[in-house]
């Protein structure tokens, strides 16, 4: 059956990527000729007008021209082609998404958009790569403003917690300009919101779904959110970061010299009843998927010259997910390997109100706040093999985990847009002074993200197996420190970021100019706080450790008096950091439009970056930690806070013409950038966290260095009548100093991955993308992107490194998105079949002479169907992963043989939602 998923992935990845690259410049004398529009083009669509900016140079050309009215029925190819316009009149190269291409395709959420944009590939449903560079190389904002993110493990926000329900559209670029924020390296994605409604919203929306994976029993527990209980942090504190009974003993020996070691015991055993103990994993049947959608809005005239307007967005969502795992250690994978039962329960709320006022349609002011609320539960039993207990042996080892983990972003911002052209008084006086165009933004945001772990345990247990049958015949936990562990996590990352722009267009003989400048800035502070409660087992008796977590946690077996006892520490060193990022940066750019043929484009922008990170021993009551931390920051080479003064240029030149491969318009636009990418707190430092996803340590690097940039671009856009049109950019990037994810050397039951920076890198591709209009109804629209990359470690690396040069980690040579789409003549059917697919990345580097480890290229089919009854009746069946592919992760052991690290199932959804607005 794999086999014939393989084939019919090929026949389907060769249908649909052909025809989207070298069909574009064709003429199809069968489609009806669009004339060009002028300074305000209007497009029907089901008689609801639409009026969209054109370019300046076309306003130029004719703001009274007067146009033919076109009546467009498709529904997804005319939300499409309205994007063209902005993209044409940005001097950088960008993409763009809107809320109609968003609804139409059916997508939940960002993420999920951002699949049919060039170039673009998301890896495991959250995180973007931009033209085969790592998450790590593109940046997210929220209307402009920097936010940050509740995602442990990831520097950037993850995409799929922000529904496509708020979303007014996104911009893509590509090419670095001034406005934008330095921190640049594959692109930037900026998130703009939905802002004022026009007139009344009314939007429900309701579905069911499932996964085929997922939909009879999984795992689960009771999911209980709780903090270190009150009694152990005082116990903490008390007994001066150690609560073990020979400690809290030794204390009070010192105010009492007669008291009996019972009741210090009596006291340890307090402590380990405050442990939610009722964490256990087991099987139950499992909750189909579940969402809820809600839109509200109006705007009102208050009289001639104000208008105020309200909009309420409300989503709720659930599902669960059998992430059953196979893995395998590179040293020896056919001795060390583990069969992982794993469930997920993704659950997740978010609620969005906007206020704005209007003044004469010169002044904007809105008041826009978000609450985004994601809680994860997971659940896992892991059984296999290792070199300590051998499958030769009958001996099993068996690895129990639950763990929640709570998300919330909450944003307020507040932002204004104003020009003066109606403006009574101020408007006369810009105009005697040959600023009557002048035009001003500005933003301020506020967000707090933070994520709580709390209650994480896991549990090692060993089985004795049936040497014919293979089958369990006996668990029990192991009598070892490491029997049990309790964790619990609290980051808090509190962001403020402000910003504004002014822009004033001139009129002048031959050309027209746009000078604009600007400022931004963010200020962000981190506590990261965790701690690990042990639970002891050495020395105690098989019989009280016999069964799993839910016989040896009962209260009655559970005592100090069986010999059970709590330490602290996670013994992977410092578990704690606290740490601050501030940026204040500024920019002046020159856009000029000669006789509307050449455009050119050139500015800075300075930053001035502050960063400082530094580790906590919480469990440090001496006061050592902290002297030493005052050692180490006054070194002349020290590390923990970093300072860097920049300028950053950008310059983009710009032909626009017709003709050019059959094109009614065209546009050939070259451009250079000045970048860089700054390392993440995460990755500077020095501590050490769990990966959930791989069950791997992570261990910051506080030696690491930024990355400069230098970008470059080569880019076609061809536009035809009929609304076809073709895209080619030629790319290339030089990064200095690259950061890479390695694995520290160690032995299969030591892996731990950390980061450091590589001598030199570049990535360097083409990328084609467009859309062409089929016979009765059909359209086709994608994009390919083939793209080559080089890294150069140091070969003094203390990783021991298997291969100094290589592909970039995250880099894939080739990323095919892909849309069939078919609109029906009278607007009632809607169908799209979309894949989205890329070539093998390299995960993190080898060490030790084993090769790089390798993620699989996923090959993700969907299909959307809309049915649309009435104008305000929208039925939709959506389909997800139709190949069955699986997640694959592997890497070559320097005796050649091939271990699966990871082999994680997706399954197949199908979901079915209904939707009515006004």
């Known amino acids: 059956m794999k086999n014939d998923n393989a084939i019919l992935r090929q026949a389907v990845l060769l249908a649909l990527s052909l025809p989207a690259c070298v069909a574009w410049a064709q003429e199809d004398a069968a489609q009806p000729e669009v004339q060009q529009a002028g300074a305000n083009q209007t497009i029907e669509e089901n008689s609801h007008r639409i009026t969209s900016p054109v370019p300046l140079w076309e306003e130029q050309a004719g703001a009274n021209q007067t146009i033919e009215e076109v009546v467009v029925v498709g529904r997804f190819l005319s939300a499409a082609e309205s994007l063209v316009t902005e993209r044409l009149t940005v001097p950088f190269s960008a993409e763009f998404l809107g809320a109609d291409v968003i609804a139409r395709a059916g997508d939940p959420d960002i993420a999920s958009a951002l699949r049919r944009v060039p170039g673009l590939t998301v890896v495991d449903g959250k995180f973007v790569y931009v033209r085969g560079l790592g998450e790590r190389y593109s940046s997210v904002t929220v209307n402009s403003a920097a936010v940050p993110s509740p995602e442990l493990t990831r520097s950037v926000i993850p995409l799929d917690l922000f529904p496509t329900s708020i979303v007014d559209s996104i911009k893509i670029q590509k090419s670095p300009s001034p406005d934008q924020p330095a921190g640049f390296g594959g692109g930037a994605i900026d998130i703009r919101t939905s802002s004022l409604p026009i007139d009344v919203v009314a939007d429900v929306s309701i579905g069911l779904g499932f996964n085929d994976l997922s939909d009879s029993n999984g795992l689960v527990f009771p999911g209980q959110a709780t903090p270190v209980p009150a009694a152990i942090m005082s116990a903490i504190d008390t007994y001066t970061g150690d609560i073990s009974v020979s400690r809290i003993f030794s204390q009070l020996r010192q105010s009492n010299a007669l008291v009996p070691i019972s009741e210090a015991q009596t006291i340890h055993q307090g402590l380990i009843d405050s442990l939610n103990t009722n964490v256990a994993p087991r099987i139950d049947t499992l909750d189909n998927d579940s969402s809820l959608k809600l839109a509200l809005g109006n705007s009102w005239d208050l009289n001639e010259n104000w208008r105020f307007g309200a909009l309420l967005n409300a989503t709720y969502s659930d599902q669960y997910r059998n992430e059953n795992q196979y893995r395998e250690s590179v040293g020896n994978p056919v001795i060390n390997f583990f069969n992982v039962d794993r469930t997920v329960q993704d659950e997740r709320t978010v609620g969005a109100l906007n206020f704005g006022v209007e003044y004469l349609g010169d002044h904007l002011v809105e008041l826009a706040t978000y609450k985004i609320q994601n809680d994860e539960f997971q659940a896992s039993i892991a059984r296999g093999f290792d070199s300590n207990n051998e499958k030769a042996d009958n001996d099993q080892a068996v690895s129990y985990q639950t763990r929640i983990e709570e998300r919330e972003l909450q944003l307020t911002q507040v932002s204004g847009r104003h020009a003066f052209m109606e403006t009574p008084w101020i408007g006369d006086k810009l105009r005697k002074l040959s600023l009557g165009d002048l035009e001003f933004d500005w933003f301020y945001s506020d967000a707090q993200a933070t994520t709580a772990i709390p209650n994480q345990a896991t549990f090692q247990a060993g089985a004795v197996l049936d040497p014919v049958t293979g089958q369990q015949l006996s668990t029990s936990l192991f009598a070892s420190t490491s029997m049990g562990q309790f964790s619990f996590l609290d980051l808090n990352d509190d962001q403020t970021s402000w910003g504004g722009n002014l822009i004033l267009p001139l009129d002048l003989d031959r050309a027209y100019l746009t000078l604009s400048s600007g400022w931004w800035g963010f200020k962000k502070a981190r506590d990261y706080v965790g701690y690990n409660i042990n639970l002891n087992a050495v020395g105690v008796p098989e019989a009280f450790r016999a069964g799993g977590p839910a016989d040896v946690l009962a209260p009655s077996n559970l005592q100090v008096a069986n010999g059970f006892d709590l330490s602290l520490g996670s013994q992977f060193g410092t578990e704690s950091y606290v740490a601050a990022q501030m940026i204040d940066a500024g920019y002046g750019m020159l856009d000029v439009d000669f006789n509307n043929s050449w455009r050119f484009t ?231 079949l979309n894949i989205n697919a890329f070539g093998e990345r390299i995960y993190s580097a080898g060490t030790d002479n084993h090769d790089d480890v390798y993620e699989e290229p996923f090959d993700s089919l969907g299909f959307v169907y809309k049915y649309f009854p009435t104008d305000r009746i929208e039925v939709q069946l959506k389909a997800d992963n139709l190949l069955d592919e699986t997640r694959r992760f592997r890497q070559v052991s320097s005796s050649g043989a091939t271990a699966h690290i990871l082999t994680q199932s997706v399954g197949s959804s199908l979901s079915l939602s209904g939707r009515w607005s006004f």
């Open 602 to 832: 050139v500015g800075a922008r300075y930053e001035n970056y502050r960063q400082a990170v530094l580790p906590l021993d919480l469990l440090d009551y001496t006061g050592q930690s902290t002297i030493n931390l005052q050692n180490q920051i006054s070194e002349p080479d020290q590390t923990l806070a970093v300072k860097q003064d920049d300028v950053f240029g950008s310059a983009a030149l710009t032909y626009s013409s017709a003709g050019m491969l059959g094109s009614d318009d065209y546009q050939i636009r070259v451009s250079y950038g000045e970048t860089i990418v700054r390392p993440d707190l995460r990755e500077v430092a020095d501590v050490t966290y769990i990966d959930p996803e791989f069950g791997v340590r992570v261990g910051g690097n506080p030696n690491l260095k930024s990355s400069p940039i230098d970008n470059f671009e080569l880019r076609g856009e061809f536009y035809y009548g009929d609304g076809d049109n073709f895209t080619v950019s030629f790319f290339w990037k030089d990064i200095s100093a690259p950061i890479e994810q390695v694995r520290q050397p160690g032995s299969d039951d030591d892996f731990k991955l950390t980061f450091e920076n590589a001598l030199a890198g570049d990535v360097s591709g083409v990328e084609f993308e467009g859309l062409k209009r089929l016979p009765r109804g059909f359209f086709v629209s994608g994009n390919l992107t083939l793209s080559d990359s080089e890294v150069r470690l140091d070969p003094a690396s203390p990783n021991n490194l298997t291969n100094y040069t290589r592909r970039m980690t995250g880099h894939s040579e080739w990323v095919v998105n892909t849309t069939l789409g078919f609109d029906s003549d009278n607007g009632q059917h809607s169908a799209y």
